[in-house]
């Protein structure tokens, strides 16, 4: 079956533009990841959702990084007045359950910014 | 707080030699531990994880709780074996993974 699917595959911004990155997660999977990963490194957690809910936001870099799912499935991470070291690979991962599920990886989003 | 160490950013080896990836990872509690691959212009995939227990691609992983270490290893490396590696570490009560560096396996001829 599909698997993650993200959009944009790249995306490059002005520093202190506006950008959102979709994530369509397994189809029936219930949790939902977002994890960077910045240049010789290993992915780093943002935020967990639970269906609709975000059970754990604590890896938000910040207040100008926010993620929706409305509908338990999609998810858009939405980062507002974007900067220089906002530029990394964004990675989403979905589980069938959580939290010892296994977590499958999309293919992530490079974004830069100039 | 929960840390995964790969002390080894490259490791080359031989075609048919052994193979041994390390990783540590520090965790007061009882860990869940993983190996994640990512070949040359593919996704992040799961390669094994340690409650498994089993053998994928010739891979095996001990965890070793004294010496909190979750090692990767394989007998006889293959050519397809080249990839980026990385360790990962999921808590009891927590639903994130917190992974190590990544050591680049570079098999040669």
């Known amino acids: 079956g599909a698997g993650v699917s993200q959009t944009p595959s790249n995306k490059v911004t002005e520093k202190g533009k506006y950008v959102e990155l979709r994530c369509d997660p397994i189809s029936g999977h219930t949790a939902l990841y977002w994890y960077r990963q910045s240049l010789g490194q290993g992915p780093e957690f943002l935020i967990y959702f639970q269906g609709t809910g975000a059970a754990d936001d604590s890896g938000l870099p910040n207040d100008r990084f926010f993620a929706v799912r409305p509908e338990g499935s999609v998810s858009t991470l939405k980062i507002q007045r974007t900067e220089r070291g906002d530029s990394a690979v964004y990675l989403c991962?979905?589980?069938?359950?959580?939290?010892?599920?296994?977590?499958?990886f999309g293919p992530g989003t490079r974004l830069t910014v100039l | 707080a929960q840390r995964v160490t790969q002390p080894e950013k490259l490791l080359s080896v031989f075609k048919g030699a052994p193979v041994e990836l390390k990783c540590n990872y520090s965790?007061?509690?009882?860990?869940?531990l993983f190996w994640y691959v990512q070949y040359s212009r593919q996704r992040l995939q799961l390669l094994l994880r340690?409650?498994s227990r089993e053998s994928i691609k010739g891979f095996t992983a001990d965890l070793n709780k004294g010496e909190t270490s979750f090692h990767l290893k394989k007998p006889f490396a293959q050519e397809e074996d080249s990839a980026m590696y990385y360790c990962a570490l999921l808590t009891g009560t927590a639903s994130k993974l917190t992974f190590g560096t990544g050591t680049r396996l570079q098999v040669t001829l």
């Open positions: 991962a979905s589980s069938l359950r959580s939290p010892q599920g296994t977590q499958y």
């Open positions: 965790y007061s509690g009882s860990p869940e």
């Open positions: 340690h409650i």
